[in-house]
């Protein structure tokens, strides 16, 4: 495997770890249409916001924590090809599943109009 390869496909993961890290220390403050977790349901109000965030950022820190094994175990393992392509399939199903679980955290945890249930 060369090297370009193993340093450009293991780096993902741990800038992800650093993003992630970076939110849930300074999540943002207010709802705003430049970075945090925006959906509909997030931005209702500014307690959902908080809420959305601080899930979000968490699940986001669990994804890449198993982005960077994949990576690892995959660079290791497996032929280059198959390596990203894993690393990537695990990477895009999970950021996926991330949005599903928020959301599905908000609607459990808020009405339709944004109040705490």
């Not at 959906?39 to 699940?59: E, V, Y």
Request: with cysteine; hydrophobic share 45%; proline share 3%.
């Amino acid at each position: 495997m060369n090297l370009e390869f193993s340093i450009g496909h293991l780096i993902i993961g741990p800038l992800m770890l650093v993003i992630s890290y970076i939110f849930a220390k300074y999540p943002p403050k207010k709802i705003n249409d430049l970075y945090g977790y925006r959906t509909k349901r997030s931005m209702r109000n500014q307690d959902c916001w908080d809420f959305a965030n601080r899930h979000s950022s968490s699940l986001m820190w669990k994804i890449s924590l198993l982005t960077c094994m994949v990576q690892a175990i995959g660079v290791i393992l497996l032929d280059e090809g198959v390596a990203i392509l894993t690393a990537t399939i695990v990477l895009v199903t999970t950021l996926i599943y991330s949005v599903y679980l928020t959301e599905k955290a908000l609607k459990n945890t808020f009405d339709n109009e944004g109040n705490r249930l």
